[in-house]
């Protein structure tokens, strides 16, 4: 059974930093993409950040220049790593996985199968 544990979220000052991590387990694909998410109140869930398993890395960008997305396949876990936090960044955010490459359409939320709870990140000015 494939598990998603998104970690790290909190609260913090604008300009501030926080690492999310995403512990997975079950996940035997040799092949994979791993992204995260996000979702703020009353808006739809958007693609910040992917990862596939050759080290391909795509980000949204919102996301280009202030969060860094990587893996550490030893610990079957991915990060990702927000910086210079706006209040715009305050959403909950989730880890999502499928069994092929990321490609062009890595933000696509009907591509993923498998999903996490999600962790929660404000950042208040």
């Known amino acids: 059974q494939v598990q998603l544990v998104e970690s790290g979220g909190g609260s913090v000052q604008a300009g501030g930093s926080l690492r999310l991590s995403c512990a997975v387990s079950?996940?035997?694909?040799?092949?994979?993409?791993m992204a995260w998410f996000r979702q703020a109140l009353g808006k739809e869930r958007e693609g910040v950040a992917g990862?596939?398993?050759?080290?391909?890395?795509s980000y949204a960008d919102s996301a280009k220049g202030r969060f860094t997305i990587s893996k550490d396949n030893a610990k079957n876990t991915v990060y990702l790593q927000l910086s210079s936090l706006k209040s715009e960044d305050t959403a909950m955010y989730y880890c999502a996985a499928h069994y092929w490459g990321c490609g062009a359409s890595w933000w696509d939320i009907s591509q993923y199968t498998f999903w996490g709870r999600g962790t929660q990140v404000t950042v208040s000015s």
């Open positions: 079950g996940f035997t694909y040799a092949t994979y993409c």
């Open positions: 990862i596939d398993s050759d080290g391909s890395i």
